[in-house]
């Protein structure tokens, strides 16, 4: 089940921490100034966003003539999650890979690298755009964007709050000193806050479409050894689109930064390990009949 309470409350912990920002650069009026900035960002991104991501990672519209098997595949797959058939678009990148974007079912898309169709298997082609397709289903795309956008927000309202705040906190501290060490914690943990936030609603939705691409795939172990196959090549081929495009990061169905060990600890996407474990006991619970592969690491 589809825990919408908690991404909700979520999404409101990171409108406060704006809105606290927006209080410390001008009072109350920053704050209710922040308040609507918030609603016209997420207007700005319901609307525009899918248009905006697919620009900066130069994706090509393709259709049933120019990508007829691709089509296909989409096709019959968002028929079983019942949904419409999105738009499919294609990024001349080696690094295989995919996301999906859009407000709605019936306005969205899903996005491959040509590095997907060129190094997976049809079932692991299949098990990713499952993944993708239940992102759809599941308003996952207009729900993370809306988490980059506050988040993104917050870093620029800090560096406000820094510059033109520091009057403010003077003003503060002849009165009240621990208003002033509380303003500058929260310049300091803002940030911070807004990147872990928007860290647990990314992996928690990914858990989620993991299941839900299993389910419509019925294939758990061909997205399980997609999975592992896109991790091992995601770290020696490169993605410059989502390199120079680093907030984007979070809607690939597996990190296409080369990250470092300390970035790995800040991921927005779970450990490989336990998305693998899990779609495996999902496949134990299944018929033999119905395990079209058997799992035995990204080249088996």
Known sequence: MINYARVALL?????????????????????????IAAL????????FSDRILLRMQRAELVDSRAAPELYQRISQLAAKAGIPTPKIYLVDSQQPNAFATGRNPQNAAVVVTTG????????????VLAHELAHIRHRDTLIMTIAATI????????QFAFLFGSQRRNNQSSSNPIGMIGGLLLL??????????????????????????????GNPLALASALEKIHQLAGVKENPYAQANPATAHLYIINPLHAGNMAEWFSTHPPIEKRIER??????????????????????
């Open 279 to 300: 779609l495996q006991q999902m496949a134990s619970r299944l018929s033999p009949s119905r395990q079209e592969i058997l799992y035995k690491g990204p080249w088996g």
């Open 116 to 127: 997907l169709l060129k190094y997976l298997k049809p079932q692991e082609i299949s098990g």
């Open 40 to 47: 016209v960002m997420n207007g700005s991104a319901y609307w």
């Open 188 to 217: 300091i943990l803002a940030p911070l806050a807004a990147m872990l936030i928007q860290m647990a609603i990314s992996r928690s939705r990914e858990y989620q479409a993991d299941a839900g691409g299993a389910e419509i795939s």
């Open 151 to 158: 988040a993104g927000a917050i870093g620029l309202m800090t």
């Open 11 to 35: 999404l409101s912990v990171l409108t406060a921490i704006f809105m606290a920002l927006g209080y410390m650069v001008a009072g109350q009026q920053g704050m209710m100034i922040a308040l």
